[in-house]
């Protein structure tokens, strides 16, 4: 069965840091890979999504993420963090063919700090 | 605008009552989700839908029902059978497999 690791489970930056969220998924095939972020009491926002081909891939708001098939990860970073960026970034998984069928991790809360 | 729109946003019953959560969407999508998401628990999935009146357990099905009967419309039933039914409930759709899911605004259920 599929699953995904967030092993952070709260992270503090200072706004302008760099950032990066964990997230490591079991699969045993080639996999789709989802970054969501959700701010307090509202539904999820995709922020990137990776299916096939190139290994790093561009999202929404300044946000990238790198498939990493031999260390089973898709790891999300930012260069430079803004306050806005504080909320709950869910890592997820769908099986190939079931894209929308989606397991998800258990989240990172994101503190920014001015 | 096209979106998902689930409603109410809160939601408070009685312990014992059944109660059911709306959603629709105006995006043509053809598979629907349920999700119930806890502190701490991430998202689980309840029950899914790839077509019209056929739909799927998911994960955590037990105390739920659901119905298809309508491509825009998934409502979501808590019933008496479900121990613990707060919670957060998020409902999603995808136009289909290979495809990523988009999401309501959530209902928060308070069962006291």
């Known amino acids: 069965a599929q699953s995904v690791t967030q092993p952070d489970i709260h992270i503090t930056v200072s706004e302008g840091a760099s950032l990066e969220l964990r997230c490591n998924y079991s699969?045993?095939?080639?996999?789709?890979l989802f970054w969501y972020v959700q701010s307090p009491g509202q539904g999820l926002q995709l922020l990137l999504k990776?299916?096939?081909?190139?290994?790093l891939v561009q999202g929404i708001k300044g946000f990238e993420a790198e498939f990493k098939r031999s260390q089973s990860s898709f790891n999300l970073r930012k260069p430079s963090v803004h306050w806005s960026d504080a909320a709950e970034y869910f890592c997820a998984v769908g099986a190939t063919g079931t894209a929308s069928k989606l397991t998800f991790g258990t989240g990172t809360r994101l503190q920014v700090t001015l | 605008d096209g979106g998902i729109t689930q409603s109410p946003k809160y939601l408070f019953r009685k312990e014992g009552q059944n109660v059911t959560l709306s959603c629709e969407q105006n995006?043509?999508?053809?598979?629907m989700y349920w999700y119930r998401q806890d502190p701490g628990q991430g998202l689980r999935l309840i029950y899914y839908?790839?077509?019209?009146?056929?739909?799927q357990k998911g994960d955590i099905a037990e105390g739920y029902s659901v119905s298809r009967e309508k491509k825009e419309s998934f409502p979501l039933t808590v019933t008496s059978a479900q121990k613990n039914p707060t919670a957060f409930y998020l409902c999603?759709?995808?136009?289909?497999?290979?495809?990523?899911?988009?999401f309501g605004q959530g209902t928060r259920l308070t069962v006291v």
């Open positions: 839908s790839q077509i019209v009146n056929d739909f």
């Open positions: 999603a759709s995808s136009r289909g497999t290979g495809t990523e899911a988009f």
């Open positions: 995006l043509n999508h053809d598979a």
């Open positions: 699969y045993g095939a080639t996999p789709y």
């Open positions: 990776y299916f096939s081909g190139d290994t």
